[in-house]
């Protein structure tokens, strides 16, 4: 992903062509697929605008800055994988403990005595859960949940880490030989 500008948020993603009208699939990066028409102008990687209207459920079509929409199959497949975004700015506050990941991204992470981790420098989210990555001394990756991140606070730009207890296993725990476990 390559955001355009500064805290660019993406908001959606191109996917295969639908039909031969050069409607396209797309991808809502957001909870309500709504949000996206709403916006008005997105912008793709090389800060083109564009702009959506959904045809269906997860079918949309799209118009480049000229208010021109995507004349036909061909084009739209040109398309394919486009990321669109928005400035974070022009985007609701989340509610509560939600945050978008732009926001976390730089935070100092201490731990709850105070001691210095590192930066969140990548928020990872492969479905199954987020997770913070934290460039320092120790390069760790925690899971973002209440027990390893109990406390966020953006205004002063730190988040607390209580990293996970680590195991360590020495030997091959399939074979014959002797297994050694540290926690």
């Given at each position: 992903?390559?955001?355009?500008?500064?805290?660019?948020?993406?908001?959606?993603?191109?996917?295969?062509?639908?039909?031969?009208?050069?409607?396209?699939?797309?991808?809502?990066?957001?909870?309500?697929?709504?949000?996206?028409?709403?916006?008005?102008?997105?912008?793709?990687?090389?800060?083109?605008?564009?702009?959506?209207?959904w045809r269906g459920a997860g079918i949309a079509a799209l118009f480049d800055a000229?208010?021109?929409?995507?004349?036909?199959?061909?084009?739209?497949?040109?398309?394919?994988?486009?990321?669109?975004?928005?400035?974070?700015?022009?985007?609701?506050?989340?509610?509560?403990?939600?945050?978008?990941?732009?926001?976390?991204?730089?935070?100092?992470?201490?731990?709850?005595?105070?001691?210095?981790?590192?930066?969140?420098?990548?928020?990872?989210?492969?479905?199954?859960?987020?997770?913070?990555?934290?460039?320092?001394?120790?390069?760790?990756?925690?899971?973002?949940?209440?027990?390893?991140?109990?406390?966020?606070?953006?205004?002063?730009?730190?988040?607390?880490?209580?990293?996970?207890?680590?195991?360590?296993?020495?030997?091959?725990?399939s074979g014959p030989g002797d297994v050694a476990v540290r926690a």
């Amino acid at each position: 992903m390559t955001a355009p500008f500064p805290n660019a948020i993406l908001v959606a993603t191109v996917g295969r062509p639908h039909g031969v009208h050069g409607l396209v699939r797309l991808h809502a990066a957001t909870e309500d697929p709504a949000t996206i028409e709403a916006l008005g102008d997105v912008r793709d990687a090389q800060g083109r605008a564009w702009r959506v209207e959904w045809r269906g459920a997860g079918i949309a079509a799209l118009f480049d800055a000229d208010g021109r929409e995507i004349a036909d199959r061909d084009a739209a497949a040109r398309l394919t994988n486009l990321e669109l975004f928005v400035a974070r700015e022009r985007l609701p506050d989340p509610d509560g403990d939600e945050f978008y990941h732009v926001d976390l991204i730089g935070l100092a992470a201490v731990t709850p005595e105070g001691e210095a981790l590192g930066v969140v420098n990548i928020v990872h989210d492969y479905g199954a859960g987020v997770s913070l990555e934290i460039a320092g001394a120790r390069g760790l990756i925690v899971p973002f949940t209440k027990r390893c991140v109990p406390e966020i606070d953006l205004s002063s730009k730190r988040l607390v880490v209580v990293p996970p207890v680590e195991i360590e296993v020495e030997g091959d725990p399939s074979g014959p030989g002797d297994v050694a476990v540290r926690a």
